[in-house]
């Protein structure tokens, strides 16, 4: 059975039906008392062994990262509040102020109308944590205020009523009353994701930028979820939550549960209980992976909200299904730059070469991802949490936005492909990718940096250059980094003093060396790839941290088939540009020398994080443009050579799909010929027994090897 049209291809259909001219942002004096004093942010529970640093106590420095950020700041500087506010306006009965929607899926009869605006709250809320600019905050206010006016004009005089006073949305009720009675997509498309995207916006305005008046109208908002739902059977919530596309709910759970920690009002919490997705919930719980099919993205967010759930309830079965979970998309369905998913959909546990395509990674998929890894990490410091976090930050979520500037477009992309010779495209103006992305640009660092519950820790998550302001403990730490072109940092304490756990992640592709100094003294700490390093002490202003992890040349393979491969350097994806559609056959064990490194068939091509082989280039992917890319190739490695010196042997694969030539070289360095002799005999004794070679093949094999000369 096919399946329904994707959101992408609709909007492609629909693409330049709202084209219209920008028109300048209004800041009315009336919305400039609007706000209270700053509130906290929503409360850390006491289930979080870490919590995070708030978005304005970390500053980024000088890279890549910033300059992505700063491309998305000129955005929204620039773009009007009154297109944002124009749907809403118009479903009011208010006065438009001749503005017109953004377009895309935000036009005036779109069914997922009001999204974009909640993205956008996000979007400016985030922007002036980040930079404390006078200007965002005046849009910010401007926008919660003309929200609020239009709350307030559709509980007055909205055609029809609203059910409930609380009600905001930038059409009527009907979507929301449809869904109850099973209608499906197109027919309406998701009522409660775009009920959650306004809420979150809100919640962001109120605990980034201290608008009182946001959480006001979130709460009211808060209360009509609530009566609409809390009255239903829950069978029929089950089965509302089940339906492709119309059921998605986004986030609502999460924000519901934030709220809740917000007013302590039960009906918050109630109404987020309505969200249980329960025969999802509960295979995850049981770690039953039932997950190929569904839609990814209309489920990856309800995990973040279990485990808001489970932090005001207690109950466990929400943390075991979110852990669960995670680890049935993180590995089994990511691709190498950190996606997961096909034309929307996850596919079958383990299908990475068998669905490469133009159509993978769909850019809100990985968005979610990254706020669940960094919910679990929360609970449970799992560094593998972090290792994720890393790669889908460093290879989906930067290479997201095009390196151009714009100010009517957020120039991000929907789906990544990951198939051979495709491109990425951008825009997605009024999109759930353009929304998430106009989010992605402003919070890099909110994960650079956690402490512990009882501020002894600091954990040092990611290596952008960045400034960490922690006024509780009177610490100020830079990371001074050029990440992620190479793998050298050097953390200084600025200011304060005391006793701390510094706490280093060493990344699991820190393969070459994990070298620590302060104030120029080698540490002797063990580094574990894919651990935490701590160094205790009674750190002092001026103390350096230098940590060095040199970045290797590397291959992943796919679970699916080992010869289908992805090329890395140290964690940057490097893709080969191209424009041929089919995989291209590489070979690099003829180059090896005893060292049995990449770097003998990849060759620096004189700028950085660039490189040569088989006549290609090989760049960087977080270099956002429009150049034909192959993320995969063909490994072709067909007969045992060592060198110069053909065995003559076919280099067979055993059941797991590695190959003679593999495994060998797994061991790689060898000291010296003899070894390296020595561990080809070894080896090719084992394929004899197993069958895999005749006792011919394994003589010539293992004379081959002799003959082999591989200094150098």
Same mark, same amino acid.
């Given at each position: 059975m096919s399946q329904p049209p994707t959101r992408r291809r609709l909007l492609k259909l629909a693409a330049g039906a709202a084209a219209a001219a920008p028109l300048a942002s209004a800041t009315p004096s009336a919305y400039a008392d609007a706000t209270g004093p700053v509130p906290p942010a929503v409360p850390a529970p006491p289930t979080w062994a870490v919590r995070p640093f708030p978005l304005d106590q970390v500053t980024l420095g000088d890279g890549v990262f910033r300059r992505k950020r700063d491309l998305m700041l000129d955005y929204a500087r620039a773009y009007p509040a009154d297109r944002i506010l124009a749907v809403f306006r118009a479903n009011a009965g208010l006065d438009t102020r001749g503005a017109q929607p953004p377009g895309g899926w935000e036009t005036s009869d779109g069914n997922l109308r009001g999204h974009f605006g909640g993205h956008f709250l996000t979007l400016v809320a985030q922007a002036y944590a980040d930079t404390g600019e006078s200007a965002f905050k005046a849009k910010l206010d401007y926008l919660v205020g003309a929200l609020g006016e239009c709350q307030q004009a559709l509980a007055e005089h909205g055609s029809p009523r609203p059910t409930h006073p609380g009600y905001l949305a930038a059409y009527p009720e009907t979507q929301f009353i449809l869904l109850e009675s099973y209608t499906t997509y197109p027919t309406i498309w998701a009522p409660y994701y775009t009920c959650h995207k306004i809420m979150r916006g809100l919640l962001d305005a109120h605990t980034l930028a201290g608008n009182a008046q946001a959480l006001t109208i979130a709460s009211k908002m808060g209360d009509w979820v609530h009566s609409r739902l809390g009255r239903l059977p829950k069978a029929q919530l089950e089965r509302m939550w089940s339906i492709y596309i119309a059921g998605e709910y986004g986030g609502m759970n999460e924000v519901l549960a934030d709220l809740y920690a917000l007013t302590g009002r039960q009906e918050h919490l109630a109404a987020a209980r309505c969200f249980d997705n329960t025969a999802l919930l509960e295979a995850c719980a049981e770690g039953r992976d039932i997950l190929e099919g569904?839609?990814?993205?209309?489920?990856?967010?309800?995990?973040?909200?279990?485990?808001?759930?489970?932090?005001?309830?207690?109950?466990?079965?929400?943390?075991?299904?979110?852990?669960?979970?995670?680890?049935?998309?993180?590995?089994?369905?990511?691709?190498?730059?950190?996606?997961?998913?096909?034309?929307?959909?996850?596919?079958?546990?383990?299908?990475?070469?068998?669905?490469?395509?133009?159509?993978?990674?769909?850019?809100?998929?990985?968005?979610?991802?990254?706020?669940?890894?960094?919910?679990?990490?929360?609970?449970?410091?799992?560094?593998?949490?972090?290792?994720?976090?890393?790669?889908?930050?460093?290879?989906?979520?930067?290479?997201?936005?095009?390196?151009?500037?714009?100010?009517?477009?957020?120039?991000?992309?929907?789906?990544?492909?990951?198939?051979?010779?495709?491109?990425?495209?951008?825009?997605?103006?009024?999109?759930?990718?353009?929304?998430?992305?106009?989010?992605?640009?402003?919070?890099?660092?909110?994960?650079?940096?956690?402490?512990?519950?009882?501020?002894?820790?600091?954990?040092?998550?990611?290596?952008?250059?960045?400034?960490?302001?922690?006024?509780?403990?009177?610490?100020?730490?830079?990371?001074?980094?050029?990440?992620?072109?190479?793998?050298?940092?050097?953390?200084?304490?600025?200011?304060?003093?005391?006793?701390?756990?510094?706490?280093?992640?060493?990344? $699991?592709?820190?393969?070459?060396? @994990?070298?620590? %100094?302060?104030? =120029? !003294?080698?540490? &002797? /700490?063990?580094?574990?790839?894919?651990?935490?390093?701590?160094?205790?002490?009674?750190?002092?202003?001026?103390?350096?941290?230098?940590?060095?992890?040199?970045?290797?040349?590397?291959?992943?393979?796919?679970?699916?088939?080992?010869?289908?491969?992805?090329?890395?350097?140290?964690?940057?994806?490097?893709?080969?540009?191209?424009?041929?559609?089919?995989?291209?056959?590489?070979?690099?064990?003829?180059?090896?020398?005893?060292?049995?490194?990449?770097?003998?068939?990849?060759?620096?091509?004189?700028?950085?994080?660039?490189?040569?082989?088989?006549?290609?280039?090989?760049?960087?992917?977080?270099?956002?443009?429009?150049?034909?890319?192959?993320?995969?190739?063909?490994? $072709?490695?067909?007969?045992?050579? @060592?060198?110069? %010196?053909?065995? =003559? !042997?076919?280099? &067979? /694969?055993?059941?797991?799909?590695?190959?003679?030539?593999?495994?060998?070289?797994?061991?790689?360095?060898?000291?010296?010929?003899?070894?390296?002799?020595?561990?080809?005999?070894?080896?090719?004794?084992?394929?004899?027994?197993?069958?895999?070679?005749?006792?011919?093949?394994?003589?010539?094999?293992?004379?081959?090897?002799g003959r082999a000369d591989l200094r150098s």
């Open positions: 569904r839609h990814a993205n209309q489920h990856i967010p309800q995990f973040t909200g279990y485990l808001r759930l489970f932090d005001a309830t207690g109950e466990e079965e929400y943390a075991d299904a979110a852990r669960n979970f995670w680890g049935m998309v993180a590995g089994p369905r990511t691709y190498s730059l950190g996606g997961t998913g096909q034309g929307e959909m996850f596919r079958a546990r383990g299908a990475i070469a068998a669905t490469l395509d133009d159509n993978n990674a769909e850019t809100c998929a990985t968005y979610n991802m990254l706020k669940l890894s960094r919910q679990l990490f929360f609970h449970r410091q799992d560094p593998a949490c972090m290792d994720y976090y890393e790669r889908g930050l460093t290879n989906h979520i930067l290479a997201s936005r095009r390196d151009a500037p714009s100010t009517d477009s957020p120039e991000v992309t929907y789906f990544v492909g990951m198939g051979p010779g495709t491109r990425r495209e951008y825009d997605n103006t009024g999109t759930c990718c353009g929304g998430t992305g106009m989010e992605n640009h402003t919070k890099y660092q909110d994960s650079v940096y956690f402490c512990s519950a009882d501020g002894n820790a600091l954990y040092v998550n990611l290596s952008l250059a960045s400034t960490l302001r922690w006024p509780e403990r009177g610490f100020v730490v830079e990371q001074a980094s050029a990440y992620p072109a190479e793998g050298v940092r050097t953390l200084t304490i600025r200011e304060g003093s005391g006793r701390l756990d510094v706490k280093l992640r060493v990344p $699991s592709w820190a393969t070459a060396g @994990f070298t620590v %100094t302060v104030n =120029g !003294v080698r540490q &002797r /700490a063990e580094a574990v790839p894919g651990s935490y390093l701590t160094l205790s002490r009674n750190w002092r202003r001026g103390d350096r941290i230098q940590i060095s992890a040199p970045y290797r040349l590397r291959i992943e393979r796919a679970l699916d088939d080992p010869a289908v491969q992805s090329v890395f350097y140290g964690p940057v994806l490097l893709v080969a540009q191209s424009q041929e559609r089919q995989l291209r056959a590489f070979s690099f064990y003829k180059d090896f020398t005893l060292r049995g490194d990449l770097a003998d068939s990849i060759k620096p091509e004189g700028r950085p994080l660039h490189f040569t082989t088989h006549g290609l280039t090989l760049a960087p992917f977080h270099i956002a443009d429009d150049t034909r890319y192959h993320a995969y190739f063909k490994r $072709s490695e067909p007969v045992v050579v @060592f060198g110069t %010196t053909d065995s =003559g !042997v076919p280099n &067979r /694969a055993r059941g797991d799909g590695l190959t003679f030539l593999d495994v060998l070289w797994e061991q790689a360095p060898f000291a010296d010929s003899g070894r390296f002799v020595r561990a080809v005999r070894a080896l090719a004794d084992g394929w004899l027994s197993e069958g895999l070679f005749t006792r011919t093949e394994r003589d010539r094999v293992v004379a081959a090897a």
